[in-house]
């Protein structure tokens, strides 16, 4: 089946809205970026904030957002290994998107205000029907 937003003439590879789009239209990834927009973050605690999300999901978003440069990932040496994602200069050059989408929301649909207004650790869980 072939990508809805893959590139189909050169002038489509040039457009920077679809190459934008490409990035962040995955399933859960503007929530990952939300919530990375925080500040670093572990992967338990991104999956517990993302209710519904399997292991394995955010681990492919996580490793396709590094691999965009969206995203980074530190290990720390230590017992037990700690490993923690953040946002590289690029990644956080998305934030504002995600800013406008809540403002959106706030504004035209019928949304939770405050949604984003919690401390990371009081932020509701999200699930995305399937």
């Keep these: 089946m072939p990508d809805a937003l893959a590139?189909?003439?050169a002038a489509e590879?040039?457009?920077?809205?679809?190459a934008?789009?490409?990035?962040v239209s995955g399933?859960?990834?503007l929530l990952v970026l939300r919530d990375l927009a925080e500040g670093p973050c572990r992967f338990s605690e991104l999956e517990r904030s993302l209710a519904g999300i399997s292991p394995?999901?955010?681990s492919h978003r996580l490793r396709?957002?590094?691999e965009e440069g969206i995203l980074e990932r530190r290990c720390y040496p230590e017992v037990p290994p700690r490993v923690e994602y953040r946002l590289t200069d690029r990644g956080r050059h998305l934030v504002p998107i995600v800013d406008a989408m809540r403002a959106y929301g706030q504004r035209w649909l019928?949304?939770?205000?405050?949604?984003?207004?919690?401390p990371r650790g009081d932020l509701p869980r999200v699930a995305i029907p399937t």
């Excluded at 934008?20 to 990035?23: S, Y």
């Excluded at 019928?110 to 919690?118: K, N, S, V, Y």
């Design 27 to 29: 399933k859960w990834t």
């Design 110 to 118: 019928e949304t939770d205000p405050d949604c984003l207004d919690r």
């Design 20 to 23: 934008t789009a490409r990035i």
């Design 56 to 58: 394995r999901t955010l």
């Design 64 to 66: 396709s957002l590094e």
């Design 13 to 18: 590879q040039e457009c920077p809205v679809l």
């Design 7 to 9: 590139p189909s003439t």
